[in-house]
C-alpha cells in the first residue's frame, strides 16, 4: 500500500460569502467545543443539554422551487422531540434558502439539505448547523456546490449570521459539500473545524476574527503518491485518545475497481497529518463500542466483498477498533477487527444482492450500558414479497466489540412500528441514534426517503433499558413540521 504523505494537507484561499455582520461572541458563553469524541457530538443547538435533530429534505419545495430543499430542527426536551402537530405541540423550525437571512437563493435542484452535519464553528458553548447543497450553480459553473452554517444560540438556532461558503476555485459538477463534518480536529483553532468534501477531497474551514476560513486543502486523489479516494463520507472521532479528533474521508477507490476506500487524518495540536489507508466503505460512523476510552470507525460497504474477498452478501459492516495508535487493524495490512453481514451467525435475515446492508450506519449507547450499539440501515431489503421496502437492524456493543447477542431487526411490518412495508419505501435509507430526552439511552430515527412516491417520512422507535423497542414507536414527514411535504425526500440526510 502507497501512502499519502502530509504534504497533501495543502494552504488554499477560499471564499466566504455573508448573509450578516458576524459579531464576536459574548465572554461569558465563550467555551471548549465539545467535538473530540464521537459521544461529544450531541448536535445542542440551544445548549440545553438535550440532542436536537438536524434532518435534510433535498427534494423540498422552498420559496416555490422544487428540488431547492430545506432543512428542518427539531429540539430535544425533557419528554424528547416532537413535530409542530404533536400534543403538546414540539419546538421545531424549518430553514431554507428564502428564509429571511439565510444567504443564497432557492433554486430548482440546488438539493439544500442533501448533507447536514453540526459543530461549535465560533466555541461560543453552542452548536452550529452545517447545510450543504452539492447542486447549487456558482454562476454558471452547474453544480458546483455550496455550504451554509446556521449558528447556534440560546435562542437555538437563528439565520443571523448565517454564512455561506464557496471552494477557493468553483468548478462545475465537483458536488462540493456532499459530505460536511465538524470536530475538534487542532488546537490551533479556538472552536471545531468544518470540514467540507467534494469529488476529489476535502477543504476545512476555521473560525477566527469573527468569521470562518478556509485554511487547507485535503487530497484524496492520489496526488501525493496514495491510493485514488472519491469521497462519499465524513466521519470523526478520538480514535488514538490523545485529545483531538481525527477525521475519516471515505467512499470508492479510484484505483480498485470502486473497492471501498478510507483516508485517515490524525488531529493534533499543530492540525491534520494524513496517516494511511483502510479498506472501508460509502457510510461511516464512529462511537466507543468496547468501552476502552477510543471511539471506535464502522463502515457500512452495500453489496460489497467483505475483506475475504467472499462473493457478494448483499452488504457488509466491518469494524476498526480505536487503540493508543489509532484505527489501524488487525495487522500491518490493516484487516478489519470484526466483519458483520446477515450470514453473521445470530444476524436475523438472509443477505441477498440489493439488500444494501450498511448504507447508512450510526453508533451510540441505546440501553445504558455504556457500550455504544450500532443502528444499520438495509433500504434495499425485500420485506417478504415487498421488493425494496428496507429494514434496520441493531447490534449491541460488549467489552469484546459489537456482538449478535440481543440484536433486533425492524421493518415497517414490524408489531408496533406504524406503516405498511410497501414497494421501493427503502426504509432504513438513513439511520440515526439520539437521546433528546437526555436519558442516558438513545432512540432510533429510522428515515425511508423513498415513502409515499419520495415524499419521505422518518420513524422513532423509542430507546427501553432493554434497547431499542417498537411499542410507542410514531412517525412524521416534512408536513408534520409545517414545510411542504410533496416529493422532498424527507430524511434523505440526518445530522450523526
Known amino acids: 500500500m502507497t501512502h499519502r504523505g502530509s504534504a497533501a494537507v495543502a494552504a488554499a484561499s477560499f471564499l466566504l460569502l455573508t448573509g450578516a455582520g458576524v459579531a464576536a461572541a459574548p465572554a461569558a458563553l465563550a467555551s471548549t467545543p465539545g467535538g473530540t469524541y464521537a459521544s461529544d457530538r450531541n448536535s445542542d443547538f ?55 437571512g439565510v444567504p443564497g437563493t432557492a433554486e430548482p435542484g440546488d438539493g439544500f439539505g442533501t448533507a447536514v452535519a453540526t459543530g461549535d464553528l465560533d466555541a461560543d458553548g453552542y452548536d452550529d448547523a452545517i447545510i450543504a447543497a452539492p447542486g447549487e450553480d456558482v454562476g454558471s459553473l452547474a453544480d458546483a456546490g455550496r455550504v451554509t ?31 460536511v463534518a465538524a470536530a475538534r480536529l487542532t488546537g490551533a483553532a479556538p472552536g471545531d473545524v468544518l470540514a467540507v ?91 466507543d463500542i468496547n468501552d476502552d476510552g477510543y471511539d471506535d470507525l464502522v463502515y ?15 452488504g457488509v459492516v466491518g469494524v476498526y477498533f480505536g487503540s493508543e495508535e489509532g484505527v489501524r487493524g488487525v495487522d500491518e495490512y490493516g484487516t478489519v477487527d470484526q466483519v458483520w453481514t446477515q450470514a453473521s451467525d445470530g444476524v436475523p435475515g438472509t443477505g441477498e444482492l440489493g439488500d444494501g446492508f450498511g448504507a447508512d450506519v450510526s453508533l451510540a449507547d441505546i440501553d445504558g450500558d455504556g457500550y455504544d450499539d450500532l443502528a444499520v440501515g438495509a433500504p434495499g431489503e425485500d420485506i417478504g414479497t415487498v421488493a425494496d421496502a428496507g429494514a434496520v437492524w441493531l447490534l449491541r456493543g460488549s467489552a469484546t466489540g459489537l456482538t ?42 429510522a428515515a425511508a426517503p423513498g415513502e409515499n412516491t ?17 411499542d410507542g414507536s410514531w412517525s412524521y414527514g416534512g408536513g408534520s413540521l409545517g414545510a411542504p411535504g410533496t416529493d422532498a425526500r424527507f430524511g434523505a440526510a440526518i445530522d450523526e
Open 454 to 470: 419520495s415524499d419521505g417520512v422518518v420513524w422513532v422507535l423509542p430507546a427501553a433499558t432493554t434497547g431499542t423497542v417498537a
Open 197 to 287: 468534501a467534494d469529488r476529489e477531497g476535502a477543504d476545512l474551514f476555521t473560525y477566527g476574527a469573527g468569521t470562518l476560513k478556509g485554511t487547507s486543502r485535503l487530497d484524496t486523489t492520489g496526488a501525493s503518491g496514495g491510493v485514488a479516494i472519491q469521497p462519499a463520507s465524513l466521519t470523526t472521532g478520538n480514535y488514538d485518545g490523545d485529545g483531538y479528533a481525527d477525521l475519516i474521508v471515505s467512499g470508492h477507490s479510484l484505483e480498485e475497481d470502486g473497492t471501498g476506500r478510507s483516508a485517515v487524518y490524525t488531529g493534533g495540536a499543530d492540525g491534520l497529518a494524513y496517516t494511511h489507508d483502510l479498506g472501508g466503505g460509502p457510510a461511516t460512523a464512529s462511537g
Open 404 to 445: 449478535a447477542a440481543g440484536t433486533k431487526s425492524f421493518d415497517q411490518n414490524s408489531a408496533g412500528v406504524p406503516g405498511t412495508a410497501e414497494r421501493a419505501d427503502r426504509w432504513g435509507g438513513q439511520v440515526r441514534l439520539a437521546d433528546t430526552d437526555d436519558d442516558g439511552r438513545s432512540e432510533l430515527l
Open 149 to 179: 452554517v446556521l449558528y447556534g444560540s440560546k435562542e437555538g438556532l437563528r439565520a443571523t449570521r448565517s454564512v455561506t461558503l464557496e471552494a477557493a476555485v468553483p468548478k462545475a459538477d465537483a458536488g462540493f459539500g456532499l459530505a
Open 46 to 100: 440551544n445548549g440545553d443539554g438535550y440532542d436536537d435533530v438536524l434532518t435534510g429534505a433535498p427534494g423540498g419545495t422552498e420559496g416555490g422551487h422544487k428540488g431547492a430543499g430545506y432543512v428542518t430542527v427539531q429540539y430535544g426536551a425533557a419528554n424528547g422531540m416532537g413535530t409542530a402537530t404533536s400534543t403538546p405541540k414540539a419546538r421545531t423550525a424549518v430553514f431554507g434558502q428564502a428564509t429571511s
Open 300 to 314: 457500512g460497504r452495500p453489496d460489497r466483498p467483505d475483506d475475504h474477498h467472499e462473493p457478494l452478501t448483499g
